[in-house]
């Protein structure tokens, strides 16, 4: 039976454990956001010995390269990217502590074995919907490469982000479950 | 005869400026009411959740004046030009090009071109990419259509052995959608071109998206095929944002045409629910 689960970050192996493929999460606080290119840059500074822009362990980091604030805005439109094309960079994070991706659509085999190995889940926020996932940012703020533009890193507040889980630390995916009940 | 119509191209670029906000900002009709039809249909209860969510965001955006979706896409521009016109004031592309610039800036709508290989973002959205067809008339007819890249990026070609037929054109497109899932943010518009050459199948894939989602298709063979994949696709059980579900896909466009006797080319252009296309005829 699926739950509604309100989280706080940082996020702690247990909460992340609790959660199962179908849940919904409200997450709240801080959260970062990383694209293909940010991605590139953050695991070439770790593997140079050099500080992230912002601490892995305990993380979220929400795939999103947000439009631009209007006046008096504190953001634009602001829904979820397509996962995949973070899978190369995604394991070597998790590794080093990062709990939860906030993305939409299919994990690669290795990023979800990588979730199961060292207790991180995948978030889904509903694809397309920019205008409303932008009601749940409070703060926004440019931390790292701003030369990127929409790909920079930036700091999010968050007050209870709506969010579905597909890859739980069990390695269930509500993806596979979903079709699994509805297709004919 | 008569003297051809003059039209400055600086009315083209200030069409296509208007035609990006309201396309990125403003759900079409259409699309809104699929949305409706989709959430009534649906059998899933987060399916249905979702379908209502993509509603709400459609009216917030409306009212708050944010792009319906953060990816206001690659700029798609096709322009219908009246043989009878005769353009003044400058170069159409650069036109086309200006209007873009200046919309995505004046609306507030991401900039999302860059280089292939370096990545480093054009900053104004521009080149869009331009489809120009001479007609009969004196008018110019603009679509724009913001392409989101997560859509896009599911889209297929296939080029057919022609022993394969029909049965092998419907597997490429079921193929295409099973291979996508929950990528391209169900409810998916399928736009298939049947026929033609590589590259013309593929600009007619993305044409077809122009089409109202309650329109009948004028040539029965595709108006046919139409239903039938849409009920296959709709079987898959994808669902509204890959969650589960029986809406999958709101509609699948047709397009037919003859190929070369070698041939059997199929392009499939994946289309998210945030389906934006606006018009303007000068």
Not at chain 1, 4 to 29: E, H, N, W
Not at chain 1, 161 to 171: A, I, Q, S, T
Not at chain 2, 220 to 247: H, Q, T
Request: with cysteine; glycine share 10%; charged share 20%.
């Amino acid at each position: 039976m699926s739950q509604t689960i309100r989280l706080t970050t940082p996020l702690t192996d247990q909460d992340v454990s609790q959660l199962k493929a179908g849940d919904q999460v409200l997450l709240s606080g801080t959260i970062y956001t990383a694209r293909d290119a940010a991605h590139k840059r953050i695991v070439e500074a770790i593997k140079q010995g050099q500080e992230p822009p912002f601490p892995i362990a305990g993380a979220a980091i929400y795939y999103v390269g947000p439009s631009p604030a209007p006046p008096g805005r504190v953001i634009g439109a602001a829904g979820p990217t397509t996962s995949y094309r973070m899978d190369a960079y995604a394991p070597f994070l998790i590794e080093r502590g990062l709990k939860a991706m906030i993305g939409k659509g299919k994990r690669g085999h290795e990023v979800k074995e990588a979730m199961v190995r060292h207790k991180a889940v995948y978030l889904a926020a509903i694809g397309g919907a920019g205008a409303l996932m932008a009601g749940a940012i409070t703060e926004a703020e440019v931390i790292a490469y701003p030369e990127l533009g929409p790909e920079a890193v930036r700091r999010l507040v968050v007050e209870e982000m709506p969010l579905f889980v597909v890859n739980d630390v069990h390695g269930a995916d509500l993806y596979e479950q979903g079709r699994e009940a509805y297709g004919r | 005869m008569s003297a051809p119509r003059e039209v400055q191209v600086s009315a083209i670029s200030d069409a296509v400026a208007g035609l990006c906000g309201q396309a990125d900002i403003e759900l079409p009709a259409d699309v809104r009411r699929s949305f409706e039809q989709a959430m009534a249909a649906e059998e899933s209860p987060v399916g249905k959740g979702v379908l209502a969510r993509l509603l709400e965001n459609a009216d917030l955006a409306q009212d708050t004046r944010l792009p319906i979706c953060q990816d206001c896409g690659l700029a798609v521009v096709f322009l219908d030009l009246g043989q009878d016109v005769h353009l003044i004031g400058g170069d159409l592309t650069e036109a086309v090009n200006e209007g873009v610039r200046r919309g995505y800036k004046d609306y507030y709508l991401r900039k999302s071109v860059c280089h292939p290989f370096s990545r480093a973002n054009t900053g104004d959205n521009t080149p869009a990419v331009i489809h120009t067809r001479i007609v009969p008339g004196d008018k110019v007819h603009v679509w724009l259509v913001p392409k989101g890249g997560g859509s896009e990026n599911m889209s297929k070609i296939f080029l057919l052995t022609p022993a394969l037929g029909l049965e092998g054109v419907k597997k490429a497109v079921l193929d295409t959608v099973i291979a996508a899932g929950p990528n391209p943010c169900p409810p998916i518009i399928l736009g298939v071109a049947v026929g033609g050459t590589f590259d013309d199948a593929a600009v007619r894939a993305k044409r077809s998206l122009l089409r109202e989602l309650d329109s009948v298709n004028p040539d029965p063979e595709a108006a046919k095929l139409e239903e039938e994949l849409l009920a296959a696709v709709n079987d898959l059980g994808i669902g509204p944002a890959g969650l589960g579900g029986r809406m999958t896909c709101l509609k699948v466009f047709v397009d037919i045409r003859p190929c070369h006797i070698a041939s059997l080319p199929v392009a499939v252009n994946v289309q998210c629910h945030a389906a934006r296309h606006k018009e303007a005829v000068l």
